[in-house]
């Protein structure tokens, strides 16, 4: 009998065994299965952008052009294996997590030196990236990718003081990255003309940064060395000339604004006038807008601190132009204007985008040495003035953009005034979106805790909890003995 009980025993055990080693299996399988099932997930699922500065979330700008890409594009990391930088491996991941015709590899220099032999103009450096497509490919630099950056009061405290600045640290890997898979994959990229031979201020740096980050190559121009603009000129700018143009010149632009070609104009109070430049205010005026001569004065508040000369002109927010920006509430700074009117009659498109107050009015320039304050004479001009405005031909499409003020693009001012000027580039040579991504600040604000506070939570920490946390352990073992 009691082997009998024995053996039904031992099979009971057998069975719960096996039942059991069964289940296990069953799990280990589910285990297995749900694993594979998440590994084929996009890192945007499975891995959760928990950092403070959301280094690795894609704007809406990247997602966009990066889920619509036709071409295959192969993004390496070049690094020697074990020193990859953990921000930017993760951020490629980003992007191949969206587009499946991105391919993300790892390049050792050290174990394929001849890699880098097609790149070696660019001095590749370590954790950089290269992108290519069938296309074309381009380097994106690890300095590139991290920067430094210093406000005015950076500058201000080292002038003062001498002391140098350790500035801003940026993570500029978002920026740098669209901007090259756009640059790879575009069929053509868009050309901008710089006319020079007429005394015109170079653009500054930061200005050519921005254009360079649109993908908008940068070309110089002496119009008399050329009998019409070249074809591949999307847009043509001028940046303060301080000479006239010839009449030759006036008819190479002209030609090519009628093929529907873009001029941006940005001229001086000083010069800008019929006297002056007669060949270039016949250009403007046959687009329909003439220049109204003298310094521009704003009689309202309209104007920077108690400079009247510094304006801060209306923005027209009904623009096109302006409906492209990122903030209509950026307020433009424009100093030493003179005034922009439409021509009367003209059949030409003119719309407005930035203008003075009808307090407004011009000094004539003869005047400016003999005058001791910027107090309206009777004999000055006043009323509402365009200090920028864009003209198009209904009939070509070719289209003047003029901003009456020489501070326009100066860098101390591009702050202001580079989100306009940047919107009517990219309208201008017909880009439907920008890619311009600002970097992301890497320093994080310091929790600052003061010395009561630090006192109070020492207390709690190191005295409070571990008594009270005693004090229950013997209360429970106390009940418990006594039961």
Not at 79 to 97: M, V
Not at 376 to 401: M, N, Q, R, W
Not at 403 to 409: C, D, I, N, P, Y
Not at 423 to 428: A, F, R
Request: proline letters at 4%; glycine letters at 6%.
């Amino acid at each position: 009998m009691s082997n009998t009980k024995n053996t039904k025993t031992s099979l009971k055990t057998t069975k719960m065994g096996a039942y059991s080693a069964f289940l296990t299996l069953i799990v280990v399988a589910f285990v297995i299965v749900v694993n594979l099932m998440v590994g084929e997930l996009p890192s945007t699922v499975t891995k959760i952008d928990t950092s403070s500065l959301k280094l690795y979330t894609l704007t809406d700008a990247s997602i966009q052009l990066t889920k619509g890409l036709q071409d295959d594009v192969v993004m390496y990391l070049v690094a020697q294996s074990g020193t990859e930088d953990s921000n930017i491996k993760e951020l490629l991941d980003r992007y191949a997590s969206y587009s499946s015709r991105i391919k993300v590899e790892y390049v050792d220099p050290t174990s394929n030196p001849g890699f880098l032999s097609s790149y070696a103009d660019a001095n590749v450096t370590s954790n950089s990236v290269i992108v290519k497509s069938a296309k074309r490919s381009t380097v994106v630099l690890y300095e590139e990718i991290y920067t430094v950056g210093y406000t005015e009061e950076d500058y201000y405290n080292y002038y003062m003081t001498g002391q140098v600045p350790s500035g801003t640290s940026y993570f500029n890997g978002e920026g740098k990255l669209t901007t090259a898979l756009d640059y790879v994959t575009s069929d053509t990229l868009p050309t901008l003309y710089v006319v020079t031979g007429h005394g015109e201020t170079d653009l500054a740096d930061v200005v050519l940064s921005d254009i360079k980050a649109e993908n908008i190559l940068v070309e110089t121009l002496e119009l008399l060395s050329v009998t019409e603009i070249p074809s591949d000129a999307n847009t043509v700018i001028m940046n303060i000339p301080v000479k006239d143009i010839s009449e030759t010149e006036r008819d190479v632009l002209l030609a090519y604004m009628d093929r529907g070609g873009k001029l941006i104009l940005i001229s001086d109070y000083v010069t800008c006038n019929p006297t002056e430049m007669p060949n270039l205010c016949a250009l403007t005026e046959a687009y329909g807008l003439r220049s109204q001569p003298g310094l521009m004065i704003e009689g309202s508040k309209n104007s920077y601190m108690t400079y009247p000369f510094v304006l801060l002109p209306a923005l027209n927010a009904s623009s096109s132009f302006v409906q492209k920006m990122e903030s209509a509430n950026v307020t433009s700074i424009l100093q030493l204007a003179h005034g922009i009117l439409p021509v009367e009659g003209t059949e030409h498109q003119i719309s407005p985008i930035l203008s003075t107050t009808s307090e407004a009015f011009l000094i004539p320039v003869n005047e400016l040495e003999t005058r001791d304050s910027f107090e309206k004479k009777e004999t000055d001009i006043a009323g509402t003035f365009h200090v920028a405005a864009v003209s198009t031909d209904p009939a070509s499409t070719g289209k003047l953009f003029w901003v009456s003020s020489l501070s326009f693009l100066l860098e101390d001012f591009y702050s202001y005034n580079g989100d306009l000027f940047m919107s009517v580039l990219t309208t201008l040579c017909e880009k439907t979106a920008s890619i311009a991504i600002a970097g992301k600040a890497l320093q994080v604000q310091s929790l600052v805790v003061s010395s009561a506070a630090v006192t109070f939570w020492g207390a709690v920490l190191v005295i409070v909890l571990p008594v009270g946390c005693a004090l229950c352990g013997f209360l429970i073992w106390n009940r418990r003995r006594k039961r």
